[in-house]
């Protein structure tokens, strides 16, 4: 969106995603909005013997050791799907060049995804987090709550600086605060401190937990600018480089070869699902690339 935010409201934002987002999903995914969210929205009903073709993130594990052979644990469909927002909002979220910031990605995600699902009767709840969390917003249906989460993001200010951020406390402060298997999505630029993959594969263990990585194309590739100065989104700290420098630009992208290839292990290793955002990107493109990508890994 090209407006300024001092001038965007919830209604307008919505009024947008409406139009442009929402109504282009709808003709693309033609109502099967299941295969965005298969396996969420369901209630513990049986176990039964593993099958090759079933999904290894739901063995239950304890049974599993007790019987000496994998046991899948069996779900029924609950008519009602209770989503939940982790929202990282720690200062690196108000980085972008060009015409977008994560900020602005975060907004539209959130907004798209609580109108689509409480089009359909489901609740969705958010928890605001930059280090620590901020507040809890208890599922809600209906396009006040929708219109609500977007209202406490956009009067949510720019965060002041901060040590590098820790997820720890987000992920398992969720683990006691969602009692409920829920949809859960983690949105965050993952720039952040070690140790996080522990509680996100408890999460992942308990609720259907789809990542959402928001970036931007400057924290991947280096331009050759010469020398300028570098600020760390997250700490303020600035470092003067000279971009053009081949020893400089050869430890840039080992840096970031070795935090995308960290990324890739701690999903895989867990089983969740990664949709990654650019603040380039088609919200609508970016969606369907990651419904598809959900269908094909379902046929598999």
């Known amino acids: 969106m090209k407006e300024r935010k001092s001038q965007l409201t919830p209604e307008s934002i919505l009024h947008h995603l409406d139009w442009h987002v929402i109504r282009r999903l709808d003709g693309l995914l033609q109502g099967n909005y299941r295969s965005l969210f298969y396996g969420a929205g369901v209630d513990f009903a049986d176990l039964r013997e593993y099958q090759p073709e079933d999904d290894i993130r739901y063995i239950d594990w304890n049974v599993t050791a007790r019987m000496d052979n994998p046991y899948i644990r069996q779900y029924v469909e609950d008519r009602e799907i209770s989503a939940w927002f982790l929202l990282d909002l720690s200062p690196s979220i108000d980085y972008g060049t060009g015409g977008s910031d994560k900020r602005s990605v975060l907004i539209n995600f959130v907004g798209t995804l609580s109108r689509l699902l409480t ?18 917003v208890p599922p809600s249906g209906g396009r006040l709550q929708v219109l609500r989460l977007m209202n406490d993001l956009l009067k949510n200010p720019a965060m002041s600086r901060s040590p590098l951020t820790d997820l720890t406390p987000l992920l398992s402060g969720s683990l006691g605060a969602i009692k409920r298997r829920s ?29 959402v990585r928001l970036w931007d194309a400057s924290e991947t590739e280096l331009p050759q600018s010469g020398a300028m100065i570098v600020e760390d989104a997250e700490t303020g700290e600035q470092l003067y ?15 970031v070869t070795k935090h995308e290839e960290g990324l890739k292990r701690t999903f895989k290793r867990t089983g969740v699902d990664l949709l990654s955002i650019s603040t380039d990107d088609d919200l609508v493109r970016a969606i369907m690339r990651f419904a598809k990508f959900r269908q094909q890994r379902r046929r598999q």
Do not use: M
């Open 241 to 255: 480089v000279d971009t053009n420098d081949r020893k400089f630009r050869s430890q840039f992208i080992e840096l």
């Open 119 to 136: 089009r359909q009767g489901n609740r969705v709840g958010a928890i605001y987090y930059n280090n620590r969390i901020e507040e809890i």
């Open 183 to 211: 949809l859960v999505f983690v949105v965050s630029d993952f720039f952040c401190e070690p140790g996080w993959e522990k509680p996100f594969n408890l999460l992942s263990q308990k609720h259907e937990v789809v990542g």
